[in-house]
């Protein structure tokens, strides 16, 4: 279980769009950590780019926290000048002891969260954060058991139910509850499919390693395709 979520949410300094009012206020229950990087070339030093840019860098990235300030969220912030962005976010992940990384996109709306639930040991670690997010707005969420199975097992229906009954007993609205059961044909590309129809991905780390998490497989084909933010919640340290 996560008693108080921390995400970390990576930004470009050298090129920075501030986030979407409406991921800011789904976020804003979370502890937040905003992660200014700015892009070191292999040719230049971190320093040499330091002292060029860390005023344009520093100023990008409050701009960033302005906005969850305002909006009432928690929040710590670091920047950092590198040559490997993913190192550096695995790093910062572990110093602050995060839960989760967002994968930026892009947000118009947040009406609806499709959640991707595979691994048993860290579906509740998922639910937590799902919970605290429908709690902060009235999104309707999708669930969907990423898992290559024959549609209406018995074991997919229970493992689904369960999670949508963990969710009504903190207090949410079954309503706003549903879910998808994948066949062992489709698995993958319905979940593909099923993430262009929503506003935003919640799923669970699949891979030890935040190459993986970060710019790997799935959470990377979810977002090349349909350009939504994902948030992936890490296995427990």
């Known amino acids: 279980m996560i008693d108080d979520p921390t995400i970390l949410v990576p930004i470009d300094a050298s090129a920075p769009e501030e986030p979407a009012l409406e991921l800011v206020e789904v976020l804003r229950p979370l502890r937040i950590v905003v992660l200014g990087y700015y892009p070191v070339p292999d040719q230049a030093s971190p320093n040499q780019i330091r002292e060029a840019y860390e005023r344009e860098a520093t100023d990008a990235l409050e701009r960033s926290v302005r906005q969850f300030v305002d909006a009432g969220a928690d929040i710590d912030s670091v ?25 930026p996109g892009r947000v118009e709306r947040l009406d609806r969260v499709l959640v991707s639930l595979k691994d048993e040991q860290n579906m509740f670690r998922v639910l937590e954060v799902v919970g605290l ?3 902060a707005g009235a999104p309707e969420v999708t669930l969907y058991h990423a898992e290559s199975i024959e549609k209406g097992s018995a074991k997919s229906e229970l493992y689904l139910r369960g999670a949508t009954d963990w969710l009504v007993e903190r207090g949410l609205d079954r309503e706003r509850i549903a879910w998808r059961e994948p066949t062992a044909e489709t698995q993958q590309s319905e979940l593909l499919d099923l993430a262009e129809e929503h506003d935003f991905v919640v799923m669970g ?8 998490r970060v710019l790997g497989d799935v959470p990377n084909r979810v977002h090349d395709r349909t350009e939504r ?3 992936i919640i890490r296995k427990e340290r």
């Open 205 to 212: 780390e699949s891979e030890p390693g935040v190459r993986e």
């Open 229 to 231: 933010p994902v948030l």
């Open 133 to 135: 997010l429908m709690e």
């Open 79 to 103: 920047l950092v000048f590198t040559r490997d962005r993913v190192q550096s976010t695995d790093r910062v992940a572990n110093e602050y002891d995060c839960d989760a990384v967002l994968v």
